[in-house]
């Protein structure tokens, strides 16, 4: 770090002496770099263990909200067992929000970091997030709802800590409810030069019996790869007036 | 091959053993893995039978969330069927050797497909015999790559 950045972030320190992300940006070392593109990776049978993204805790809602939840889990499979799909936002072409849009089918995503910002972009839909490294975190109560919310983050030596707030009710992780309380922790590290792990924690005091963790894990694609646009102008797909998903044919 | 591509092939191959996407996802988002979600489910398709179609294209949408391939088939009086065949997106279809002018309309190929389970019109691509002869997939990285550029 030059000493141009050092007498710059000091003097936002002196601003801002409650911003945490002032406080780690103090440390001596400089952040390792997640620019680039990042392929969803799992690992395979003979690939190194300590790569592969650990198994999610597990996930314990209220029971006031579990009961809907699980009701609608088995509508949804006995859905599936005579051959429809529930109507979901993925059908109706919904962008998926945070935390969704980190781990969508194969789709990567693109990681663009700055000393005071560092930008998600997902292939899939050609969602965007902000993540800023500059600022403290506003109250939960004064984030306009949205599909990213509001996301700060600061460094803890080599790992980037995400705090987002403001996702609104109805941008959910695969129909998982919560409240205007919930919060999501993202802890995003470097494994090696071409891993990368996001751990994601969801908290809910209204919903979640306790913090629920799962972790995507990336693999970086080659470096001359482009991401490619994602926009939905040609969905075929409908709900029907019964809620299912149905498949508009040319020829219909 | 790397891990992403082995991952893919799995996700294809979990596709090709009747286990349907939103069966896969589910496993993601509760079982040992991480959630990994997908545009829809292939529930409205058959994904234990395969139909081929010999046809003419009247048009390739190289659109999202899907690709299509329109086409018209002859049935055994010579009398032309239309056909709506639905392929993955354009990232997923490049990832397999495809291009947004792979084919085009008027040109003749063989698809095989699962059929959709209404019994209408429609179905989900496995892999498309282009003009040229090359077999492409609708899976990452199924095809063998496109021919070498020839100078003329």
Same mark, same amino acid.
């Not at chain 1, 995400?162 to 922790?185: A, E």
């Not at chain 1, 802890?187 to 969801?202: C, E, K, V």
């Given at each position: 770090?030059?000493?141009?950045?050092?007498?710059? *972030?000091?003097?936002?320190?002196?601003?801002?002496?409650?911003?945490?992300?002032?406080?780690?940006?103090?440390?001596? &070392?400089?952040?390792?770099?997640?620019?680039?593109?990042?392929? *969803?990776?799992?690992?395979?049978?003979?690939?190194?263990?300590?790569?592969?993204?650990?198994?999610?805790?597990?996930?314990?809602?209220?029971?006031?909200?579990?009961?809907?939840?699980?009701?609608?889990?088995?509508?949804?499979?006995?859905?599936?067992?005579?051959?429809?799909?529930?109507?979901?936002?993925?059908?109706?072409?919904?962008?998926?929000?945070?935390?969704?849009?980190? &781990? #969508?089918?194969?789709?990567?995503?693109?990681?663009?970091?700055?000393?005071?910002?560092?930008?998600? *972009?997902?292939?899939?839909? &050609?969602?965007?997030?902000?993540?800023?490294?500059?600022?403290?975190?506003? !109250?939960?109560?004064?984030?306009?709802?949205?599909?990213?919310?509001?996301? #700060?983050?600061?460094?803890?030596?080599?790992?980037?800590? #995400?705090?987002?707030?403001?996702?609104?009710?109805?941008?959910?992780?695969?129909?998982?409810?919560?409240?205007?309380?919930?919060?999501?922790?993202?802890?995003?590290?470097?494994?090696?030069?071409?891993?990368?792990?996001?751990? *994601?924690?969801?908290?809910?005091?209204?919903?979640?019996?306790?913090?629920?963790?799962?972790?995507?894990?990336? !693999?970086?694609?080659? &470096?001359?790869?482009?991401?490619?646009?994602? #926009?939905?102008?040609?969905?075929?797909?409908?709900?029907?007036?019964?809620?299912?998903?149905?498949? !508009?044919?040319?020829?219909? | 091959?790397?891990?992403?591509?082995?991952?893919?092939? @799995?996700? =294809?191959? +979990?596709?090709?053993?009747?286990?349907?996407?939103?069966?896969?996802? +589910?496993?993601?988002?509760?079982?040992?893995?991480?959630?990994?979600?997908?545009?829809?489910?292939?529930?409205?398709?058959?994904?234990? @039978?395969?139909?081929? =179609?010999?046809?003419?294209?009247?048009?390739?949408?190289?659109?999202?969330?899907?690709?299509?391939?329109?086409?018209?088939?002859?049935?055994?009086?010579?009398?032309? @069927?239309?056909?709506?065949?639905?392929?993955?997106? /354009?990232?997923?279809?490049?990832?397999?050797?495809?291009?947004?002018?792979?084919?085009?309309?008027?040109?003749?190929?063989? =698809?095989?497909?699962?059929?959709?389970?209404?019994?209408?019109?429609?179905?989900?691509?496995?892999?498309?015999?282009?003009?040229?002869?090359?077999? =492409?997939?609708?899976?990452?990285?199924?095809?063998?790559? /496109?021919?070498? /550029?020839?100078? @003329?």
């Amino acid at each position: 770090m030059n000493l141009g950045m050092k007498s710059k *972030i000091l003097c936002y320190a002196a601003l801002l002496p409650m911003a945490p992300a002032m406080v780690h940006a103090q440390s001596a &070392s400089a952040p390792p770099d997640f620019t680039g593109v990042w392929g *969803i990776y799992r690992g395979g049978p003979d690939s190194d263990p300590k790569f592969r993204p650990p198994a999610p805790t597990p996930l314990v809602l209220k029971p006031e909200y579990d009961k809907p939840y699980q009701a609608r889990r088995a509508e949804e499979a006995a859905a599936a067992k005579r051959g429809e799909q529930l109507a979901n936002a993925g059908a109706e072409c919904i962008p998926y929000g945070v935390p969704t849009m980190m &781990s #969508v089918a194969i789709y990567p995503v693109e990681f663009i970091q700055t000393p005071k910002q560092v930008t998600i *972009i997902s292939e899939a839909f &050609s969602e965007v997030r902000r993540v800023y490294l500059d600022r403290p975190q506003a !109250k939960m109560e004064d984030v306009a709802p949205g599909f990213y919310g509001r996301s #700060v983050g600061h460094w803890e030596g080599d790992t980037l800590v #995400v705090d987002t707030v403001g996702i609104k009710p109805t941008v959910t992780l695969r129909g998982l409810p919560h409240s205007p309380q919930m919060r999501v922790t993202e802890r995003i590290r470097m494994l090696s030069a071409d891993i990368l792990h996001d751990q *994601i924690t969801i908290e809910d005091p209204v919903v979640l019996e306790k913090p629920y963790t799962y972790t995507t894990a990336y !693999k970086r694609m080659a &470096s001359d790869y482009e991401m490619v646009e994602f #926009v939905c102008d040609n969905n075929r797909e409908y709900v029907d007036e019964k809620g299912i998903v149905r498949l !508009k044919l040319h020829n219909q | 091959m790397d891990s992403i591509e082995r991952l893919q092939m @799995k996700i =294809l191959q +979990a596709v090709r053993a009747k286990v349907c996407c939103c069966a896969l996802m +589910a496993a993601g988002i509760f079982g040992a893995a991480s959630p990994v979600l997908a545009h829809h489910s292939f529930t409205m398709f058959d994904m234990t @039978k395969q139909l081929t =179609l010999v046809g003419t294209v009247s048009s390739f949408e190289w659109t999202n969330p899907h690709s299509y391939i329109e086409i018209d088939v002859p049935d055994e009086k010579g009398a032309a @069927k239309h056909w709506s065949i639905e392929m993955g997106s /354009p990232s997923i279809l490049m990832q397999s050797g495809w291009k947004f002018n792979s084919i085009k309309a008027g040109e003749k190929v063989t =698809l095989i497909i699962n059929p959709m389970k209404s019994g209408q019109a429609g179905g989900f691509l496995s892999t498309a015999t282009l003009p040229d002869g090359r077999v =492409l997939s609708n899976g990452p990285r199924q095809g063998p790559p /496109p021919p070498a /550029p020839t100078q @003329k």
